[in-house]
């Protein structure tokens, strides 16, 4: 039957698409490839794995890796782009007791950050 | 200044040691390249033309005693006098700066004229620029080298004696050295900075690094002065104008004035320190600190921003 056959493509044509990630959240004003390249200028790898950035393997921090599928900002706030750019602009006024500094930065290269770690799927 | 040309033999700082081995090495391999190229042509042109009886005396007095003793001694002159230029030789009055290459770091430590006492820092040495600066090599432990290649050739540091170095610096900037002998580990790691700045500047400097540091005053920094000593920071670190005088690793009286964290691995802001406290074994691995993860977060934050503080 033509109409079970359509039916069925139709199907597997939409479960084919589930295993493509969802795409990050967007960062309004961010650019990836300027954030990777500030996460390098910081050294944020002494204390961060952070896929893509040469010589990142810290571990004093949380590693990185699928940073737009984590759930959890610090394991503390919903991880929303917003947010993670107040926290990396200045972490200790979200959680005093965070072992984070705040590290000086513009507004502008927080968001490009931001963008970049919600490019690691 | 280009990254690349930070530590680059192939761009000596003008003026320096290392640009008068620049030009040797020119005339070396442009000599030696057109000496090379006649003798071919001269293979080539005996391989070409019909054998006819030569005059080998004439040839053998000429191409192999002759100018060998006139090319050669040439050469040893000039090689002699850039040994000798006035660029390597200081004076009484010049600027003495006594490095000991440790496992694996630098301790820098500067005479203050007219006084006994000396100021100890780590890992980078500041030049006045036009003036000869005379480096006083040496060594607490194995053997390393002092090589920073855009200033001057390298100079061993042996253990029992002192090796001397005399720089010129003609420019302001930044130049990156190296050990240069194997030490150990960590050797690949250890590196530290000349910095050459106007004498004005230098003497600014100079200054400010003499005064012992101050007492903090804000509750955050205090808590991180707290923390310094309840880690046992002190047992290996010294902090002048406070309690803790040892003499193990860096003195950290300015510690945040200086351009880079456990000898040249790390730039120097408060999250490099917090990450070089927390984690030296990972960044350093063999390091003689070890990784202090004995702080909370807050208390890891607040001595860093106490270090930082120090400039």
Not at chain 1, 5 to 12: D, E, G, L, M
Not at chain 2, 205 to 212: D, G, K, M, T, V
């Given at each position: 039957?033509?109409?079970?056959?359509?039916?069925?493509?139709?199907?597997?044509?939409?479960?084919?698409?589930?295993?493509q990630p969802l795409p990050g959240p967007e960062v309004q004003g961010g650019d990836a490839e300027r954030g990777r390249a500030a996460l390098q200028k910081y050294e944020c790898g002494v204390c961060h794995l952070i896929p893509g950035v040469p010589g990142a393997k810290g571990r004093v921090g949380p590693a990185l890796h699928a940073y737009s599928r984590r759930i959890y900002i610090a394991?503390?706030?919903?991880?929303?782009?917003?947010?993670?750019?107040?926290?990396?602009?200045?972490?200790?006024?979200?959680?005093?007791?965070?072992?984070?500094?705040?590290?000086p930065m513009t507004q502008k290269t927080a968001l490009d950050i931001a963008a970049y770690l919600y490019s690691l799927e | 200044m280009d990254d690349s040309r930070l530590q680059s033999v192939l761009?000596?700082?003008?003026?320096?040691?290392?640009?008068?081995?620049?030009?040797?090495?020119?005339?070396?391999?442009?000599?030696?390249?057109?000496?090379?190229?006649?003798?071919?042509?001269?293979?080539?042109?005996?391989?070409?033309?019909?054998?006819?009886?030569?005059?080998?005396?004439?040839?053998v007095i000429g191409g192999g005693l002759v100018f060998p003793v006139i090319a050669l001694s040439a050469l040893l002159v000039y090689s002699i006098s850039v040994g000798n230029a006035p660029e390597r030789r200081g004076s009484d009055h010049t600027l003495r700066i006594r490095v000991t290459g440790k496992q694996w770091w630098w301790e820098v430590s500067y005479e203050l004229p007219g006084s006994a006492r000396s100021i100890v820092l780590a890992n980078e040495v500041h030049v006045p620029i036009g003036r000869p600066v005379h480096l006083e090599l040496a060594t607490d432990d194995v053997i390393h080298s002092f090589w920073v290649p855009a200033l001057a050739g390298k100079v061993d540091m042996i253990p029992g004696r002192t090796n001397h170095l005399v720089l010129t610096v003609a420019e302001p900037g930044i130049y990156r050295g190296q050990c240069a002998e194997y030490c150990g580990g960590q050797h690949a790691f250890m590196a530290l900075y000349v910095i050459a700045e106007s004498p004005d500047e230098f003497a600014r400097?100079?200054?400010?690094?003499?005064?012992?540091a101050s007492m903090p005053t804000e509750p955050f920094l205090r808590t991180g002065y707290e923390m310094f000593f309840a880690g046992g920071c002190h047992d290996c670190h010294a902090v002048r104008g406070t309690p803790a005088t040892a003499t193990l690793g860096p003195d950290l009286t300015h510690v945040g004035s200086r351009y880079s964290l456990g000898a040249g691995m790390l730039r120097n802001h408060i999250g490099t320190m917090a990450g070089w406290i927390a984690?030296?074994?990972?960044?350093?691995?063999?390091?003689f600190m070890p990784s202090m993860n004995v702080y909370t977060g807050q208390e890891l934050r607040a001595l860093s921003a106490w270090l930082e503080s120090l400039e």
């Open positions: 039957m033509p109409e079970c056959r359509a039916i069925a493509i139709v199907i597997s044509l939409l479960l084919s698409g589930c295993d394991g503390r706030f919903p991880n929303e782009p917003d947010t993670l750019t107040r926290w990396l602009l200045d972490p200790p006024a979200l959680a005093p007791d965070t072992a984070m500094p705040r590290i | 761009h000596p700082a003008p003026g320096s040691g290392s640009a008068l081995l620049d030009q040797l090495g020119t005339v070396m391999y442009v000599g030696a390249a057109l000496i090379f190229l006649v003798v071919i042509a001269l293979v080539i042109h005996a391989v070409l033309t019909s054998p006819k009886p030569a005059d080998a005396r004439k040839w400097w100079l200054e400010r690094q003499s005064q012992p984690g030296t074994q990972d960044v350093k691995p063999g390091s």
